[in-house]
């Protein structure tokens, strides 16, 4: 498999140790530094900014040229011409479905969108300002509990089955953590409806009324869960297979995931954009928040700027952007000051030195939040709908994860603590 090598010279070792070179299908090379540990030597990469942690064929970020791939397809494309549920059967097949195929996934997903009726108890066990997230760590961690047929992680049937389950119930759980916290009754899913239009009514349906969907934020909505999908080795992934990687179970798993996620320099930074824009208060403020955000004794970020892998616009964002433009001019809000605020920001840390040279441009999240505002989605639920549409990428790569001969996770470290030495007599 290696068609490279790395030699490594060691001050004290008498011989070069040599580390086989891999090459992907993209992307750079991979230096397999396994052959360290048995020369007493370890790899020193906090946040893991230079290790691989896996061989992964679903997602290929290309950070420098703004390029990200599921399977191969470029996100625009996807975004443009597929739908939600069609790229989560991509995700975790690898080909985009045939006509019948999909057919087939769609009606699996909508008849397993009901949650267990005993599930709906937990939700009074938590108090009505909550924030979702936390509800949703526990009742998806719960899910485990509920549904013990299928929790053979050896069993690929059984990891398909769980799949099935955790993409057709997000958008249920998701729902009732925000009926739970204004104090409406829960709505049943509707299963002749799309995913994105049942999110929708589950989440501003009432018994009492027929809600119509609009279609052209449902619209939206799916392609908000399709820009969000799968990020490769993102830190709520990564958690993902670790947490997989000791046998846990999958919900458990995605609920571990869902936990990662909701900081704010991960998912939770879609909220954080909006409560900054609404520290902001006034278009006269920006500077004042731009010279924070530069500032290195100050731990101020500007939200919803920067990104780990991308040094270049993330393609995400563009296609946001554009949803973003799109919405907003159909609901005829475009003179919404935080929007207004959001959009001189944009042009500030665009021109501005500091950023431009740092290569910080405005990521998904930036785009996300003021959609799902105009939307009317409180903002207490941005990192909630994150989860939602991430679950895919999550399991599957939880499945990739148990479809090959793996390891459990198991890092080291530089230990710079006390040395050996006797308890006090
Ligand atoms: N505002 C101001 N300065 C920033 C920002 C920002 N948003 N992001 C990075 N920097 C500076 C940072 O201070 C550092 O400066 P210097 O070189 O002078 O020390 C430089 O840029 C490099 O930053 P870093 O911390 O080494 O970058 P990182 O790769 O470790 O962090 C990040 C990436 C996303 C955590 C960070 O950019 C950030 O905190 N952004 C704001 C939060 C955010 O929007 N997160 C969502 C990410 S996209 C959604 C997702 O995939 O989860």
Sequence with gaps: MADKKARLTVDGLDEAIELPVYSGTEGPDVIDVRPLTGNGLFTYDPGFVSTAACESKITYIDGANGILLHRGYPIEQLAEKSDYLEVCYLLLNGELPTAEQKEKFVN?????????????????????DAHPMAIMCGVVGALSAFYHDSLDINDPHHREVCAYRLIAKMPTLAAMCYKYSIGQPFMYPQNNLSYGENFLRMMFGTPCADYEVNPVLARAMDRIFILHADHEQNASTSTVRLAGSS??????????GIAALWGPAHGGANEAVLNMLDEIGDAENIPEFIEKA???????????FGHRVYRN???RAKVMKKTCDEVLGLLGIENDPQLQIAKQLEQIALEDEYFVKRKLYPN?????????KAIGIPTNMFTVIFALSRTIGWIS????????PNKIGRPRQLYTGEQQRDYPA
């Design 294 to 304: 530069k500032d290195p004794n100050d731990p101020f970020r500007l939200m919803g």
């Design 397 to 404: 790569h939880w499945n990739e994860f148990h479809s090959s």
């Design 313 to 315: 616009f993330d393609p």
């Design 108 to 128: 699996t997903i909508s008849n397993h969108t009901m949650v267990h009726e005993q599930l709906s108890q937990f939700f009074k066990g938590f108090r009505r």
């Design 247 to 256: 046998g846990a179970n999958p919900f458990a798993c995605i609920a571990a």
């Design 364 to 372: 998904v999240d930036f785009y996300s939040g003021i959609i799902l």
